[in-house]
């Protein structure tokens, strides 16, 4: 059916170090992977985002990757910083026969000081 | 420019009532999607609007909840009969084209409680 799994739930890590966000999808014909960052009380925001022609994407200490094959897609944050602590949501989007974008239950990321 | 706001930012209903949220999305976006959050959940997908005409509503949850984006600009959600899981925040988005890979900018949500 349709979904997509992430992991972990939650992720707690020193500031300066690296985190590592997964995701899974199921439905082959998605073709678009945006990650959002959603602070406290405030709206998702785009993060980055990657598309099934490309496996690779950075901007700055932000990169995402995707493995269409195995339909898994990945988030990596470097040199963390205490302001990047906040939920982060994967997504795939269309689902076949429709519109649907398809949110992951999300990352809660804590940056310790 | 000016984002996709929401109002009202907050709603608070008696069970039974009906309430109508509404979504401006950013000027000249084609399509428009709406959301329903759950606490400490994912945002997921009720309904999704290019211009005017409402082509997916597979995510609403029931027929108590309709939308609605008449002249294919700003849209409403209503939902009949409120009961109480309908508590959570709705999110209206917004994208530039019909294409499924467009970026999509969120509103600031509608947090609806239902007593």
């Known amino acids: 059916g349709e979904n997509v799994e992430q992991h972990p739930s939650t992720l707690s890590v020193q500031e300066g170090d690296s985190a590592v966000i997964k995701c899974t999808y199921s439905?082959?014909?998605?073709?678009?992977f945006p990650w959002y960052k959603q602070e406290l009380g405030k709206r998702p925001q785009l993060i980055i985002d990657?598309?099934?022609?490309?496996g690779e994407k950075k901007d700055q200490r932000i990169a995402v990757t995707l493995n269409k094959t195995a339909k898994h897609f990945s988030l990596h944050i470097t040199e963390t910083q205490p302001e990047d602590s906040a939920v982060y949501f994967c997504?795939?989007?269309?689902?076949?026969?429709?519109?649907?974008?398809?949110f992951g239950a999300g990352t809660r990321l804590f940056v310790k000081a | 420019g000016a984002g996709v706001s929401q109002s009202p930012r907050y709603k608070v209903a008696k069970r039974g009532q009906d309430v109508a949220l509404r979504c401006d999305p950013i000027?000249?976006?084609?399509?428009l999607f709406w959301y329903q959050q759950a606490l400490g959940q994912g945002p997921e997908f009720l309904t999704y609007?290019?211009?005017?005409?409402?082509?997916?509503k597979s995510g609403l949850p029931s027929d108590r909840f309709f939308a609605e984006r008449p002249e294919g600009s700003v849209s409403t959600l209503k939902i009949q009969r409120t009961q109480q899981e309908d508590s959570a925040v709705y999110l209206c988005?917004?994208?530039?084209?019909?294409?499924?890979?467009?970026?999509?900018?969120f509103g600031p949500g509608t947090r609806l409680t239902v007593l």
């Open positions: 988005a917004s994208s530039l084209s019909s294409t499924s890979t467009d970026t999509q900018y």
């Open positions: 439905d082959s014909a998605s073709n678009y």
């Open positions: 990657i598309r099934s022609n490309v």
């Open positions: 997504a795939a989007s269309p689902y076949t026969g429709g519109f649907k974008t398809i």
């Open positions: 000027s000249g976006h084609v399509s």
């Open positions: 609007f290019q211009n005017e005409a409402q082509l997916d």
